[in-house]
């Protein structure tokens, strides 16, 4: 009997190690699918014949440069890594003519790289349709939603002869096929309703400007005013005045203010924004040095006020409290030093930190006008920021955009701005020396002069002196 037990054992334990290393091997296999997978997943590689190569190489050249400014390639990448992929792609006929040129600035702005994403990825959809996925009633709707969160809906019209999506009509079905996609030729852009309301909201704010109701054909040399009443000046049109001529010494109290949007009776109110702006100033932090100075210096905060109730711009470089601690004695005991000081540091034009930014990068240097005249304010780029000033002077574009409303600008920067002073040099004084010259003598002269001067006789002559 005891053999027979231990035989019994032993097959128990060949079996047991049996199943251990065939279920052990099939999970080390499974642990290096998986990591295979993966891996993969992480660094999705696209084939030559797949439809977003075929999407560069076609029709569709206009829209494949839209994905790129996108910054979409990686994200349509991922899309066809993961599954079959169906673009309503508008022929570049439909980009370049049928296109509004404001709409399509719009969307290359920076700023609006958002609002370009998601009217790319409303023509991209998760799964492969083809042509006779459209429904056949004319009464039917199919829905598919895009990558982006939103819907597309499929019709069709006049007994299934025209495919729509939306409100685009499909002029070349099935135009490229891929392996990993579809593309589909449509008539016009798709614009989801979003990116619409963006752009009539950017559009507006743009169209908001002073409107005068007289212009200024003549002015008074004396006093930089109107000297008679013009014709009316169309709506939107700039100010009459130059922004130095409107700074001419005048009454202490602001005139009325120009129609236009902002104030009661749709007038701008120039004193209201002023005092807005120094608020928000004071509830940002880090900058009550300058708005002590602009409620102290009650004359330049009404002139400010003026300024924008007449309808121009203005852009404040206001330097944060660590900056204006700086300032010596010297340097504000002067009489009427901070006023120069404060109109150096505001620019007559209005800039926020995308176009001061994107100036210095394309031109290097930009000088801005200041009230303060004739000096202007230095721009250029560094350390992707914008500097101003040069040398010990220089200031860096520290917290942009603490306030926009479309007429004032307040930017802050991290150091006071001094503007260059003039240098005398003084005048040398020049000694005239008179060189009398002799006149010159031809060869005959002299050698008569000579035998003048062995006979004694040449002093009579006064060519041999």
């Not at 790129?68 to 066809?80: G, I, N, R």
């Not at 540091?345 to 801005?368: C, D, L």
Request: proline share 8%; charged share 20%.
């Amino acid at each position: 009997m005891e053999p027979s037990v231990h035989a019994i054992h032993m097959l128990f334990f060949t079996v047991f190690l049996f199943f251990f290393f065939f279920s052990s091997g099939h999970l080390t296999l499974a642990l290096v699918q998986s990591s295979a997978s993966s891996s993969n997943s992480s660094s999705v590689q696209i084939n030559s014949n797949s439809v977003l190569v075929a999407l560069l190489d076609s029709h569709y050249s206009e829209l494949a440069e839209l994905v790129e400014k996108a910054l979409l390639l990686h994200t349509l990448e991922e899309a066809v890594g993961k599954h079959n992929i169906t673009i309503f792609a508008p022929r570049n006929e439909a980009l370049e003519r049928q296109l509004d040129p404001e709409f399509k600035h719009f969307l290359l702005e920076p700023r609006n790289l958002k609002s370009l994403q998601t009217l790319i990825m409303f023509h991209v959809v998760p799964n492969r349709i083809g042509s006779e996925h459209w429904p056949v009633d004319e009464s039917a709707c199919s829905e598919h939603g895009t990558i982006w969160n939103d819907a597309v809906h499929l019709t069709t019209k006049d007994s299934g002869r025209k495919r729509l999506v939306n409100t685009a009509e499909i002029v070349r079905p099935n135009d490229v096929i891929r392996p990993d996609g579809v593309i589909h030729g449509i008539g016009r852009l798709l614009v989801p309703r979003s990116v619409e309301e963006d752009f009539n909201h950017r559009r507006s704010l743009r169209s908001i400007s002073a409107v005068f109701p007289h212009g200024a054909p003549e002015v008074d040399p004396r006093t930089h005013r109107l000297k008679k009443p013009a014709s009316p000046s169309p709506a939107g049109s700039p100010p009459a005045l130059p922004i130095y001529d409107a700074m001419a010494p005048g009454p202490p109290l602001a005139p009325a203010p120009a129609p236009g949007p902002g104030g009661p009776r749709n007038h701008f109110n120039g004193e209201s924004q002023v005092k807005d702006f120094i608020h928000t100033l004071l509830h940002y932090g880090g900058y009550n040095e300058m708005a002590d100075i602009l409620v102290n210096l009650t004359s330049l905060a009404t002139e400010m006020g003026r300024l924008v109730s007449e309808g121009y711009v203005l852009t404040v470089l206001a330097p944060n409290d660590e900056a204006m601690a700086k300032l010596t004695t010297d340097q504000l005991s002067e009489p009427g030093a901070p006023e120069q000081i404060m109109y150096y540091h505001i620019i007559p034009e209005y800039q926020t930190e995308e176009s001061m930014y994107n100036a210095v990068r394309r031109f290097g240097k930009v000088r801005y006008d200041t009230l303060r005249v004739p000096h202007k304010v230095v721009a250029q780029e560094a350390d992707g920021s914008v500097k101003f000033g040069q040398g010990d002077g220089s200031a860096y574009l520290f917290d942009p955009d603490i306030y926009t409303d479309g007429r004032i600008s307040v930017q802050g920067i991290d150091g006071v701005l001094l503007s260059p002073q003039e240098t005398k040099v003084p005048e040398k004084k020049t000694v005239v020396v008179k060189v009398v010259t002799k006149p010159r003598r031809g060869q005959l002269m002299e050698v008569a002069c000579r035998m003048l001067g062995a006979l004694g006789q040449d002093s009579h002559f006064s060519r041999c002196l």
